[in-house]
């Protein structure tokens, strides 16, 4: 699958959370069980439904309760995204598994599974940054500011996806190497974190 494709993929979950706006709504994804388009679908799904838990914990009138129960739900997120990148990862891994490594290879510096996340969040800003841009509420030079911002964005996502890209043809031509280091997330382990295991 290409990495334009992918672009595809995560504009289309953007649009389709946005059809509800619900952080509770369940994610039905439309791709094939177990196929790449779903994976990377699941994926943007958590980070949209993250990006609006980010937006919901930042009202200033929020009640203190309800803003602790958000922020243990944010931290759950975070570990799943974690844990869907490295899935990510896997596939990758797995795809390039027989690909012969040139001895002047080097190693990038974020696999791409790491610089997919990036493509999944900027589908996100991008999806933000319009609406902004197209307010009726909003005034001239709020819409303009931001529709600069989104030229930015654009230009981002462009130069990011072709990256992504010339990162995969090196991958599997054995001028790159994958090189996976697992995320060990110490705040989620009672083993790891100081505040769980001193209660024990």
């Given at each position: 699958m290409s990495i334009d494709n992918?672009?595809?993929?995560?504009?289309?979950?953007?649009?389709?959370?946005?059809?509800?706006?619900?952080?509770?709504?369940?994610?039905?994804?439309?791709?094939?069980?177990?196929?790449?388009?779903?994976?990377?679908?699941?994926?943007?799904?958590?980070?949209a439904v993250q990006w609006h838990l980010e937006d919901i914990i930042r009202d200033p009138e929020i009640d203190p309760a309800e803003a602790l129960q958000l922020k243990r739900r944010i931290d759950r997120s975070n570990q799943v995204r974690t844990d869907m990148v490295e899935e990510i990862d896997t596939w990758y891994r797995e795809k390039y598994r027989d690909v012969e490594v040139l001895p002047d290879a080097t190693i990038n510096t974020e696999s791409p599974a790491w610089a997919l996340d990036r493509l999944s969040i900027l589908a996100l800003k991008i999806w933000h940054m319009r609406e902004q841009a197209e307010r009726t509420d909003a005034d001239a030079d709020h819409k303009a500011r931001c529709r600069a911002k989104l030229d930015v964005l654009l230009e981002q996502r462009e130069d990011l996806t072709t990256a992504i890209g010339q990162l995969l043809d090196d991958i599997a031509a054995g001028r790159k190497f994958m090189k996976v280091y697992r995320q060990m997330k110490m705040y989620n382990d009672p083993a790891t974190n100081p505040v769980l295991y001193a209660k024990k």
């Open positions: 992918a672009n595809t993929v995560f504009d289309r979950s953007v649009s389709d959370y946005h059809k509800t706006d619900n952080v509770d709504a369940p994610c039905k994804n439309p791709y094939p069980e177990g196929s790449f388009e779903a994976i990377l679908y699941s994926k943007n799904w958590v980070d």
